[in-house]
């Protein structure tokens, strides 16, 4: 876990002149990790396998209590790795990018007409309901709840 510094009322550094306005090429990262330890209150259960080729948007593993909740690949290739710890915990799933991504398709939908459920539906396949929390205790949401406030 990264170290947190907290400051209160803030903290002024006394820099002079401008940042220069300058835009410097990045060149794209060959490896993706997505690690389990980065959502809170998850079990992940693994649904890809080393050398198996994914999409963008495919998934790479679930939760074991909730399985309709996906967290998905954000590059397609190549998985090159499933790391385990100990007693088999899952640290990180790495994918090779491919040269060209393929992507999977959700489709476009019209969410004035949708319904609670069917908007639900499309976040879960989509792996978006990964990133709605649940309060107090800031853990993905249980998607079986309504909430008594959005």
């Given at each position: 876990m990264a170290n947190v510094i907290k400051l209160r009322k803030g903290f002024d550094i006394s820099l002079k002149g401008k940042a220069a306005e300058e835009y410097l090429p990045v060149k794209e990262p060959g490896f993706y990790a997505l690690v389990p330890d980065d959502f809170t209150g998850i079990t992940p259960k693994v649904v890809v396998k080393e050398q198996e080729y994914v999409m963008a948007g495919g998934a790479l593993f679930v939760d074991k209590n909730h399985p309709e909740v996906k967290f998905v690949s954000p590059v397609s290739g190549v998985v090159t790795s499933v790391e385990r710890g100990e007693?088999?915990?899952?640290?990180?799933?790495?994918?090779?990018a491919a040269e060209e991504q393929d992507y999977e398709e959700f489709g476009k939908k019209d969410v004035a007409k949708m319904s609670g459920d069917e908007v639900k539906s499309v976040l879960m396949q989509a792996g978006l309901f990964?990133?709605?929390?649940?309060?107090?205790?800031?853990?993905?949401?249980?998607?079986?709840?309504?909430?008594?406030?959005?």
């Open positions: 007693r088999r915990k899952l640290l990180n799933i790495t994918v090779q990964a990133f709605i929390k649940q309060r107090p205790y800031d853990i993905i949401a249980d998607p079986s709840v309504v909430p008594k406030a959005i």
